[in-house]
Structures are given as structure tokens and as C-alpha cells.
């Protein structure tokens, strides 16, 4: 397992905005790529967004509908996911990702199971 240090969750009011970063110790996100997914108590992880290291190529899941971006600094060696128009429905713990491969099903994006996982976020919303 390959370190990859999340620091951003907390709490913020619906509609609010929040920034999450994933620090990577040596060439992880170089070699993989990296991405975020969310967790809810009693539902599996899903994937969230996902980014190529080389050409910044940026993937998400339809739910985030042009409300996050995800963003990448080759110099840091991290992985940024910024959050706006949160909702509630946004609260999860966020976990930041490397070593999988992106598919698409024709309307989707999804996921092989990551290599790499942080220890994750919380990310609140309230209403």
C-alpha cells in the first residue's frame, strides 16, 4: 500500500463549497492516476471523478452534474476535488484513490477496484 494523505472534509450548509486534496508519496498518481470516491453507511463506495496524471484527461459520475472539478499539481504530487453546490445527499466520506482503470457502460463512468486507497474524509452538508 502506497500512502495517500486526504486533508479537507468538515461541515458546510447546502450550497456551500469545500476542497479536498490527496497527497501521494513517490510516483503513485504518476503512474496511476488518481480519483475520488464516497462512501454512505450501508451503501457500497462510488466512484466520484478521476484524473489521467499526463494529460489531466478529468472523468466524473453523472451525479456531480458540473458541481465538482478535479484538478491535479504534478509539483505537489496531489490530487484536488473542489466541491460547490453542496447538498446534503453530498454527505459521505470522501476517499482518495489510485491504481484503477476508468470504463464507461455508454451512459456512465465506472471503476476497476483501486490498487490505492486514503484513509478518507468526512464531508457534511447540512440542509
Known amino acids: 500500500q502506497v500512502p495517500l494523505v486526504e486533508s479537507g472534509g468538515g461541515l458546510v450548509q447546502a450550497g456551500g463549497s469545500l476542497t479536498l486534496s490527496c497527497t501521494a508519496s513517490?510516483?503513485?498518481?504518476?503512474?496511476?492516476?488518481g480519483g475520488w470516491f464516497r462512501q454512505v453507511p450501508g451503501k457500497e463506495r462510488e466512484f466520484v471523478a478521476a484524473i489521467t496524471w499526463s494529460a489531466g484527461s478529468t472523468y466524473y459520475a453523472n451525479f456531480v452534474k458540473g458541481r465538482f472539478t478535479i484538478s491535479r499539481d504534478s509539483a505537489k504530487n496531489t490530487v484536488y476535488l473542489q466541491m460547490n453546490s453542496l447538498k446534503p445527499d453530498d454527505t459521505a466520506v470522501y476517499y482518495c484513490?489510485?491504481?484503477?482503470?476508468?470504463?464507461?457502460?455508454?451512459?456512465?463512468?465506472?471503476?476497476?477496484?483501486?490498487?490505492?486507497w486514503g484513509q478518507g474524509t468526512q464531508v457534511t452538508v447540512s440542509s
Open positions: 484513490a489510485a491504481g484503477f482503470a476508468m470504463f464507461n457502460s455508454g451512459t456512465y463512468w465506472y471503476t476497476s477496484q483501486p490498487d490505492h
Open positions: 513517490g510516483r503513485t498518481f504518476s503512474s496511476y492516476g
